[in-house]
């Protein structure tokens, strides 16, 4: 199974209590996502653990095809049909992929992915986001659509989490970062890996 359940579980209770979630049930399972996450996850391989959390905040009666935000102290809403819309083509996978990996290296706490292939550039990903994902998948190669998205998908299951990545030479401006990050995309940082 590619998402974690308590990863999932614990995305869920964290988002909740900050900004809340999105979810919708979508051909055979569910949409759940925020602004750094997607998930897609087919009914037979919801995480048990997640759909009582999801069940706690919003029950499963208001669950249907169109989409609903949950937030602590608020009411479930209804989100907008263009809204919706909006937000699920912003997470669509754009463009030609490219494979990355998870790398040894952390900076400014955030988790390296990069490149496999020439340039090697590098992104950062939020470790509280890399909890979705289940740890037997953790290594593996992942795809990086839009130079923002880097996209796990489990083609027997259907299961598909998208994180949002940052390319950290574009968004830190010091310029002993930009310096750094220049320098770090010359390395080819699985070579060391323990």
Not at 103 to 126: D, F, G, N
Not at 158 to 184: F, H, M, N, Q
Request: aromatic fraction near 8%; proline fraction near 6%.
């Amino acid at each position: 199974m590619l998402i974690s359940e308590k990863g999932l579980d614990a995305c869920l209770k964290r988002a909740y209590k900050r900004t809340g979630y999105n979810i919708m049930e979508h051909d055979d399972g569910l949409i759940i996502y925020t602004d750094g996450w997607f998930i897609r996850v087919p009914w037979a391989q919801m995480p048990r653990k997640a759909l009582g959390t999801i069940v706690e905040h919003v029950g499963l009666d208001v669950i249907g095809p169109d989409a609903i935000h949950v937030c602590v102290n608020d009411e479930p809403q209804d989100v907008m049909p263009d809204i919706i819309g909006a937000d699920l083509e912003a997470w669509r996978k754009q463009g030609m992929g490219r494979v990355v990996t998870r790398v040894p290296v952390t900076i400014h706490e955030q988790q390296l992915y990069q490149a496999i292939e020439k340039p090697l550039r590098c992104y950062a990903v939020s470790p509280e986001s890399l909890m979705l994902i289940s740890p037997s998948y953790e290594k593996i190669k992942a795809t990086l659509y839009s130079e923002s998205q880097i996209v796990w998908e489990n083609q027997d299951s259907g299961e598909v989490i998208i994180i949002r990545a940052i390319r950290p030479c574009d968004v830190y401006s010091i310029e002993d970062d930009e310096s750094t990050w220049s320098k770090l995309e010359t390395l080819n940082l699985l070579k060391f890996d323990p």
